[in-house]
């Protein structure tokens, strides 16, 4: 099986790669338009600043690209937030793949109880898990996530996490999955779910 992980001006990249390594599969991290659309899945990380990273895709002409791409592709982080609509990060317009929009967190006032700290980082869990990604994927499952932007509720939601408020940490439209932890750095669980979309049908 190929494997194809997007090289953009985005970290994790190389955890990502690890995190495969230990499925055994030895994944191609390119941004060769021709080796991406021959291989079987496409991942696309990320950890950066939207409107940068999508500046990156644009002068590459990746954007349009991975739009039109056929096979199963699981954006990670915020390559799922370059995947929904709008990001209030810089006012940056994205791929448009998911309709759904991204927000920042907003810090809790001083007096309200159960204050979150932005951006939110550690361990999670996930609800309202839907469809193959999370096969064998107890509900309630904790991941590991870091960001300061959420993606809303919405059509395409297939999980959801509580965080302050109630947002989409995955997302699923035809061909195109995201999350929004880090399945790499998410132990069991988060190896699971990379093997649940190795496992998609082609």
């Known amino acids: 099986m190929k494997i194809a992980v997007i090289q953009y001006n985005a970290g994790n990249i190389q955890s990502v790669s690890f995190a495969l390594q230990r499925l055994g599969i030895e994944a191609l991290v390119t941004d060769d338009k021709e080796?991406?659309?021959?291989?079987?899945?496409?991942?696309?990380?990320?950890?950066?600043?939207?409107q940068s990273a999508m500046q990156y895709l644009q002068e590459r002409q990746l954007d349009l690209f991975i739009k039109n791409l056929q096979q199963p592709v699981l954006g990670i982080c915020l390559g799922m937030q370059l995947m929904c609509r709008y990001s209030a990060e810089n006012d940056t317009t994205c791929l448009g793949i998911f309709e759904e929009t991204v927000q920042a967190f907003e810090p809790s006032p001083l007096d309200q109880k159960d204050r979150i700290k932005t951006p939110q980082m550690g361990w999670n869990q996930i609800t309202q898990l839907s469809g193959p990604l999370f096969n064998k994927v107890s509900d309630g499952s904790y991941c590991y996530f870091v960001h300061g932007y959420y993606a809303h509720l919405g059509a395409h939601t297939i999980a959801t996490t509580h965080y302050g408020l109630s947002y989409s940490s995955a997302l699923h439209k035809d061909n195109f999955y995201g999350v929004q932890f880090h399945p790499e750095k998410s132990a069991d669980t988060g190896q699971t779910i990379l093997q649940n979309f190795l496992d998609l049908p082609l």
């Open 35 to 50: 080796k991406i659309a021959a291989a079987d899945k496409v991942i696309f990380p990320g950890v950066g600043e939207a």
